[in-house]
């Protein structure tokens, strides 16, 4: 069974600090996806990542894929009150798309 | 270029009434799917499509009928609604022409079933 595990579910960062959320998942997909949540609000894309060792990067965010270890990261840079959301990770496998629980990220000043 | 819509925005329903959730995509998708988000939860997948004429169980399709006669449009139907699909319903769309794989999310339902 396609399973997503994403680490940690909740992460209360201060301003200007880094930190890495986890995504984990059991399928030998190599299409993976990042997704930002604002609260009450739909999901909003923000990386498809699509091959082994496929990096990328928008602003503070940075994603990456391992298909070899099934996992992909989201690293955030120097981070700023403004990117306090739930992001959540969805693997790909004959059309059925997985999501993880997400994680619930604060930003604070 | 409107993208995914979805309609009605909020919907209370008494038990074992049915409806219709609403979802249009102008973008010449071949690929609509529709998911479910609990409170504290990720997305759950109740149906998909790949093409007009064309649709499959997800993870979730249990009380949840879907069909699609056309490229744009893809309702999905609650047959007899009970409590425990109070819940949030987004739509979305995705085409693979063009290997961008990106996938798009309409604004969501919010169904209350009482």
């Known amino acids: 069974e396609l399973k997503v595990e994403q680490n940690p579910l909740f992460l209360s960062m201060q301003e200007g600090k880094n930190y890495t959320i ?37 602003g503070r965010l940075m994603a990456s894929l391992d298909t070899k270890a099934r996992l992909s990261t989201l690293h955030i ?33 | ?23 249009a995509q102008d973008m010449n998708h071949e690929y609509m799917s529709w998911y479910r988000q609990d409170p504290g939860m990720g997305l759950r997948l109740i149906h998909y499509s790949v093409g007009a004429g064309i649709t499959d169980q997800g993870e979730v399709p249990n009380g949840y009928n879907v069909s699609r006669s056309t490229t744009e449009d893809f309702p999905l139907r609650l047959l007899s609604a009970a409590p425990s699909q109070t819940s949030v319903y987004f739509c979305a769309s995705r085409t693979d022409r063009g290997k961008s794989y990106e996938q798009y999310f309409g604004p969501g339902t919010r169904l209350t079933v009482t």
């Open chain 1, 22 to 58: 986890y995504c984990n998942y059991s399928t030998t997909s190599d299409r993976l996806y990042w997704y930002r949540q604002d609260p009450g609000k739909s999901l909003e894309s923000l990386f498809v990542l699509l091959s082994n060792g496929a990096v990328k990067q928008e």
């Open chain 1, 77 to 109: 840079t120097a981070a700023v009150h403004d990117l306090s959301a739930t992001y959540f990770c969805a693997v790909v496998e004959n059309n059925d798309m997985r999501f993880g629980a997400g994680t619930r990220l604060t930003v604070k000043p």
């Open chain 2, 1 to 23: 270029n409107a993208g995914v819509t979805q309609t009605p925005k909020f919907q209370v329903l008494k038990t074992g009434q049915s409806m219709t959730l609403q979802c």
